[in-house]
């Protein structure tokens, strides 16, 4: 008898043992289900959202193309078409044609660029690369271009600087931020570059001109992509519209981030850091 009441009891306990595991089970695979229900829509808004960028992206481009080549098609065909307009006015249609050919051609050298950081970074080599060097080139590319603006240079950073880092995307941030300098801050400027210390393994840099500066209320769309101060204003000074988010795009790839702010003494300034 104690025999079967003991078997009854273990049938009971084992027959709780499965009910117990079965509403685990439901409520595993409810919450599973749930989880991957949650990723998979997840997963359908960051494509959407990625799709839409890329769309935008592209008509942005598309916009952008078409003024140059516009221009150039305009000036070209008046100058096919028109065999005995006046020399001085032909000279000044070849000379826009060829501003607006070198534009047309920094776009695409800007595009190419972006598109690789964002799509194809594992491409990208890095190596040790002594970072006021790169500056030094860079200065040494736009020489002309100070020495008739009458800008003066402060290049502190340490002639020992070295970080690990892509020497394409690096140059491409020192460039831009001078080149942008150039443009827009106007005559007789101070462009300083300096390296303001290191914190854990990010070397902490601030670059800053004292020239016309821009509203702060720009200063947290400027590294959007063709995002204008002015409408107008990068294509009357021939850029790409994308250097800022180049350098952005360089910084991060970096393991850094950056910033722009109004100087304290007039002008633009920008804090980044880079991996050490």
Request: hydrophobic share 40%; charged share 25%; proline share 2%.
């Amino acid at each position: 008898m104690d025999y079967y009441v003991r078997l009854d009891t273990l049938l009971y306990i084992l027959a709780g043992v499965i009910a117990v595991v079965a509403v685990v089970w439901v409520v595993a695979h409810h919450k599973f289900g749930k989880s991957i229900l949650d990723m998979t829509l997840k997963i359908d808004r960051e494509k959407a959202k990625y799709r839409e960028m890329k769309q935008q992206m592209t008509n942005n481009i598309a916009h952008e193309l078409r003024t140059p080549v516009s221009s150039i098609r305009g000036y070209l065909e008046t100058l096919t078409t028109c065999p005995d307009i006046d020399p001085a006015r032909k000279q000044i249609f070849i000379e826009r044609a060829y501003a607006q050919s070198i534009r047309l051609s920094d776009l695409i050298r800007d595009i190419a660029l972006i598109t690789k950081i964002e799509e194809a970074s594992s491409q990208l080599v890095k190596e040790k690369i002594n970072v006021r060097g790169i500056m030094a080139e860079v200065l040494e590319e736009f020489k002309d271009k100070i020495a008739d603006k009458g800008i003066n240079i402060e290049n502190m950073l340490p002639p020992y600087l070295e970080i690990e880092a892509n020497r394409t995307l690096v140059f491409a941030i020192f460039r831009n931020l001078v080149e942008n300098s150039l443009k827009y801050a106007g005559d007789h400027i101070t462009i300083h570059i300096e390296c303001s210390g290191r914190k854990s393994d990010l070397y902490q840099f601030k670059y800053y001109d004292t020239g016309k500066g821009v509203g702060r209320e720009h200063l947290k769309r400027i590294f959007e992509r063709f995002y204008r101060i002015q409408e107008g204003r990068t294509r009357d000074a021939g850029g790409s519209g994308l250097g800022l988010s180049i350098v952005r795009n360089a910084v991060l790839f970096h393991g850094g981030d950056i910033s722009a702010l109004a100087h304290h003494g007039g002008g633009l300034e920008y804090r980044f850091s880079l991996h050490a």
